[in-house]
């Protein structure tokens, strides 16, 4: 653990790349006590069963959900000025009043502490809803109850805290999540804001915390801090509910995006913020565990956001590429055009059907959703980026003019290129695409870690190695006849899917043979596997794809009386897939990963710089990551209140 100075701030020690992801490996949930489809995935087992049939819903919740959608879509229709909100960069004081009074703030909490208590599934309707309206609502809702202090509260809360803090969230205060510092993402070894116990039981909370969604208007936070080991306190990475009005605290600044800009994101500062020991949130050094377990069903709710802006696209294109005529033809009757289209469709239902099975699975409770919940955060991330560039390209200059702009000119306010701008921070937000695949990579590796981690554990004596090596042995003459063949190769296979079981089969097949890949790169790398992170990423993406495969044509199935068209989607959409996972298979091998790594450690040595001449250089002045120092804000307070 960092040493302290004579503020008893940890002091800035930077930890090394082994040293920061034992950080992350000591606070991972390890075990697997529930099913996971996901999992079985990544092994070649396809365990259709797990999604298939869906979970039940129940009617009352399911009438609660649609009264309450109901109401917010009246609300958001009528009150809401979505391109007002964009124009100012702030949400106005009476609609999030207004949305506290609907009850938007307790969608998540229970009805015995003021709330809603609404499933998943509907929780992500209504951000589908409020985010088709303004972005910024829905990521103000989503960063409040699904990483604010109502989620982690949920899961491991006292009934003292509970009661304490959960009706004032369902009443109308807003809650915030604080771990990012200016030097500490989501690698969090370094964390240097210190909460040091005293003399009278509490704790002196001193740092600085950035890019806290909701900053400025949270009256309650989740703050990660670093507890100091000594006699009584095991110490480690904390959890605290912080009161954001307490002596010490300063909203230092609002931080500006390119997009979301109305979304109330701050600079946090704490200089000897006493915080009463009641409020650690699970028990010292348990604070990054209780982070990562309320992601597993927190990023639920950036998919949905995700799936609501494909819905808004699709519209948008459909009547655009109906009404445009160009050398006598509406465009989406041209090739080129109709192909854009039909993967803005595909991926909709595709992102939809993900989300609302894994929505499924975590109100029934009874699998683990870790892999599924990580799986379609960055997929949908990645798919709904992708979906919102094709619309700006079918909408051509007017795709980049904005709404207002359009709107002077007399014509449709349309803003598409505020939607690309919108749904970019979701590729980071929650954790990136990058590390999403090294996160979902080590669940999707775990069982071979688990009987095979310590013949590639450079710190493992010959005596372990030799006990793993025999337990390997046994564990891969089970496993691997199993990857040989399977349900996919029946013709027969799958047929009560009807036209939709030949995709199925594909995902049998495919499953075993990306199970055969990840054993084959086992053996290959071994332990520098975990640096071939161009292998580990189409890995992960081949699983994201089978695992979308599989829920679409589940969705499609279970609602095929109520929609038949949903077999279409399904098939549109399992065909786009499959040309993806084809061409990454291909890639595993076949790729430019070793020579793309030389050639940038080239450019980092300074070798290509005659490339950068030419043009007027960037800024220089100004470190690149601004640094802090403990002690009292020099800085106006601008938080806000409603």
């Not at 985010?131 to 003292?160: N, R």
Request: hydrophobic share 40%; with cysteine; aromatic share 8%.
């Amino acid at each position: 653990m960092a040493t302290t100075d004579a503020t008893q701030v940890p002091t800035h020690a930077v930890h090394t790349e082994r040293e920061a992801r034992k950080v992350i490996e000591a606070n991972r949930e390890s075990e697997w006590r529930k099913p996971s489809f996901g999992k079985e995935l990544f092994l070649g087992r396809f365990r259709l069963d797990l999604i298939d049939p869906l979970p039940a819903l129940d009617a009352d919740r399911l009438a609660q959900g649609a009264e309450f959608r109901s109401k917010l879509d009246a609300f958001l229709s009528a009150e809401v000025d979505g391109q007002q909100i964009e124009r100012d960069a702030r949400i106005p004081d009476e609609v999030l009043r207004s949305l506290g009074e609907l009850g938007a703030y307790g969608m998540k909490i229970d009805e015995k502490y003021g709330g809603l208590g609404l499933t998943n599934l509907d929780y992500c309707r209504a951000l589908m809803l409020a985010g088709s309206v303004s972005p910024a609502i829905g990521a103000l809702l989503s960063a409040h109850q699904s990483i604010g202090v109502p989620q982690p509260l949920k899961l491991v809360g006292t009934d003292e805290q509970k009661q304490r803090f959960l009706p004032r969230l369902a009443a109308g205060e807003v809650s915030a999540f604080l771990l990012t510092e200016p030097e500490v993402g989501s690698y969090p070894a370094n964390l240097r804001t210190s909460a040091v116990p005293t003399p009278e039981g509490d704790y002196l909370l001193n740092g600085v915390k950035l890019w806290a969604t909701n900053g400025t208007l949270a009256t309650l936070y989740v703050v990660m801090a670093l507890v100091p080991k000594s006699e009584g306190h095991r110490g480690g990475i904390t959890a605290f509910v912080v009161e954001a009005d307490a002596p010490g605290v300063t909203i230092e600044r609002r931080n500006a995006f390119m997009g979301l800009r109305g979304l109330e994101n701050s600079v946090t500062r704490f200089h000897d913020v006493r915080v009463p020991a009641e409020n650690v949130i699970g028990g010292e050094g348990q604070g990054l565990r209780i982070a990562l377990s309320t992601l597993n069903t927190g990023r639920l709710s950036l998919p949905a956001m995700c799936v609501g802006a494909g819905k808004w696209c699709l519209g948008v294109a459909r009547e655009w590429a109906d009404e445009r005529v160009q050398m006598g033809r509406p465009i989406g009757n041209y090739e080129a055009i109709a192909k854009k289209i039909a993967f803005i469709a595909g991926s909709t239902y595709g992102m939809e059907a993900m989300l609302e099975v894994s929505c499924r699975l975590a109100d029934d409770d009874r699998s683990d959703i870790r892999i599924e919940a990580a799986l379609v955060k960055l997929y949908a991330s990645e798919l709904a980026w992708k979906v919102a560039d094709e619309l700006v390209q079918i909408r051509g200059g007017r795709g980049y003019e904005t709404a207002d702009s359009l709107a002077a000119r007399g014509e449709r306010p349309i803003p598409a290129e505020q939607i690309l701008r919108d749904l970019r921070i979701n590729r980071i937000f929650e954790g990136s695409t990058e590390i999403m695949h090294l996160a979902i990579a080590r669940e999707a590796v775990d069982a071979h870690l688990s009987v095979a981690g310590d013949i590639i554990d450079p710190d493992a004596d010959l005596g372990r190695k030799a006990k793993a090596a025999g337990k390997a042995g046994g564990f891969y003459a089970k496993w691997l006849p199993t990857l040989v063949a399977g349900k996919g190769q029946l013709p027969g296979g799958f047929g009560g899917f009807g036209p939709l079981a030949a995709h199925l089969r594909y995902v049998e097949r495919a499953s075993r043979k990306l199970a055969r890949e990840t054993f084959y790169g086992m053996a290959r790398w071994q332990g520098r596997l975990e640096h071939k992170q161009g292998f580990l990423g189409r890995i992960v993406d081949i699983g994201a794809e089978l695992f979308a495969m599989s829920a679409a044509c589940v969705k499609a199935r279970t609602e095929r009386t109520e929609r038949p068209e949903g077999v279409e989607l399904a098939d549109l959409f399992c065909r786009q897939a499959t040309l993806r996972v084809e061409a990454l298979f291909r890639d595993l091998w076949d790729n430019a990963d070793s020579i793309e790594v030389a050639a940038a450690k080239r450019v980092l040595q300074g070798r290509y710089m005659s490339l950068e001449e030419g043009v007027i250089p960037p800024p220089a002045e100004g470190a690149w990551t601004a640094d802090w120092e403990p002690g009292p804000s020099a800085a106006e307070d601008v938080r806000r209140r409603f």
